[in-house]
């Protein structure tokens, strides 16, 4: 993840949904820092219009500091 392009995608695209594929944090499973902190905090505002699936760098820290905005370790999505 990297807090700057998914604001940029937030602000400019202005989407109905997004789906991020994994790997939401930008510096690994454990790491505090600022731009993961800012990244918590986008996800966790738009959560209603967003699907986070689980990357295989995601860890359970990632999803309670995230407040079960975590959707699922799989999905199946099907736009019609």
């Keep these: 993840g990297n807090y700057y392009d998914l604001k940029q995608?937030?602000?400019?695209e202005?989407?109905?949904n997004i789906?991020?594929?994994g790997d939401i944090l930008s510096?690994?499973?454990y790491a505090d820092n600022e731009e993961n902190e800012l990244i918590y905090k986008l996800l966790k505002?738009?959560?209603s219009k967003t699907i986070l699936i689980k990357g295989?760098?995601?860890?359970l820290?990632?999803?309670d500091?995230?407040?079960n905005v975590v959707n699922s370790d799989f999905a199946r999505i099907t736009y019609t």
């Design 9 to 12: 995608v937030f602000d400019s």
């Design 65 to 67: 500091k995230l407040n």
């Design 14 to 16: 202005k989407p109905n």
């Design 27 to 29: 510096t690994g499973f």
């Design 19 to 21: 789906v991020v594929l």
């Design 61 to 63: 820290v990632n999803y």
């Design 45 to 47: 505002e738009n959560s």
């Design 56 to 59: 295989n760098c995601d860890t």
